[in-house]
């Protein structure tokens, strides 16, 4: 299998869940053996576990002197689509919240293309188990055959409550029944997220609210249990920072970001993730466009 970049470039604009700033951002191709990198405010940052320095909530990466914050959504849309090499420009400091999912960064990224570039792809391989614990939930990495088979549960108060799903990520299953999961929260812990500068830019068009008895945006729920499917969407972004594909079976209860990328360092750490040829991830993949490849 070898490694695929965008066939060409597209922006999308909007702002900033947490910082409530507006932001364009401009996805370009970018060549074998780049990764995912993010560019603004004269720093590049690797899309990499290694560079978070902020979990609380979303995902940050930051060096250089600069950061950039919520990268989970727009690197769940990459990675689930097997796009391993893109340069990503942003002309502000966050990610745009768009409608709180990863659905108008897939659109963007189906209706761009993906093309093989000429260069193997290699996978990280789970070859013994990995798992963390925060007391209230934990995260694990258990070795599995092919692909990356993902086992989410959450347990929230009323209305939300206890949830669970379970899926071999594909580009046709992120698709079809995660993409389109949007972040979510509470009405009553908004005032205590202003005051820590968080979700000031949240709105009922980026983020699937509820108060006591059910969520308060007009449309409702896109599923029944929309948030487990966001919470398997960020979980999907958070592992895209492990450098490569994961071969495995991540599963978590009551997990997060902050779960995500402890559970990522302790595996890296731990030598439970071994490099190799990816022989697993093409699959369903339809390659569009041109190849750059001569
Ligand atoms: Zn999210």
């Given at each position: 299998m070898v490694q695929q970049t965008l066939a060409r470039g597209f922006t999308l604009t909007g702002h900033g869940v947490h910082g409530g700033h507006p932001v364009s951002m401009t996805l370009a191709p970018a060549g074998a053996g780049a990764g995912i990198v993010f560019s603004g405010a004269g720093a590049d940052i690797e899309a990499?576990?290694?560079?978070?320095?902020?979990?609380?909530l979303r995902t940050r990466l930051a060096g250089d002197g600069a950061s950039v914050s919520t990268v989970e959504h727009v690197m769940a849309a990459l990675a689930a689509l097997r796009v391993d090499n893109a340069l990503v420009l942003l002309d502000g400091d966050e990610v745009p919240a768009?409608?709180?999912?990863a659905r108008d960064f897939v659109s963007a990224i189906d209706d761009a293309g993906v093309v093989a570039l000429p260069a193997p792809r290699r996978a990280l391989r789970v070859v013994k188990p990995a798992r963390v614990s925060d007391g209230a939930g934990w995260a694990e990495l258990r070795p599995a055959n092919a692909g990356l088979h993902l086992d989410v549960e959450i347990a929230f108060p009323c209305p939300i409550g206890r949830q669970r799903l379970a899926l071999d990520l594909t580009p046709e299953t992120f698709r079809r029944e995660l993409a389109g999961a949007r972040s979510f929260g509470f009405l009553r812990d908004a005032e205590r997220l202003w005051r820590e500068?968080?979700?000031?830019?949240?709105?009922l068009d980026n983020t699937l609210v509820f108060d006591a008895r059910a969520a308060i945006n007009p449309q409702g729920v896109r599923f029944a249990d929309e948030c487990v499917r966001h919470k398997m969407l960020d979980v999907v972004g958070d592992l895209a920072l492990a450098g490569a594909p994961i071969i495995g079976a991540f599963r978590s209860y009551r997990g997060g970001h902050s779960l995500n990328l402890a559970l990522l360092e302790a595996a890296a750490r731990a030598g439970a993730l071994a490099l190799e040829l990816d022989s697993?991830?093409?699959?369903?993949v339809s390659v569009t466009g041109r190849s750059l490849s001569p």
């Open positions: 990499h576990w290694s560079r978070v320095d902020a979990s609380n768009m409608d709180g999912s500068g968080l979700a000031l830019g949240a709105n697993a991830h093409n699959e369903g």
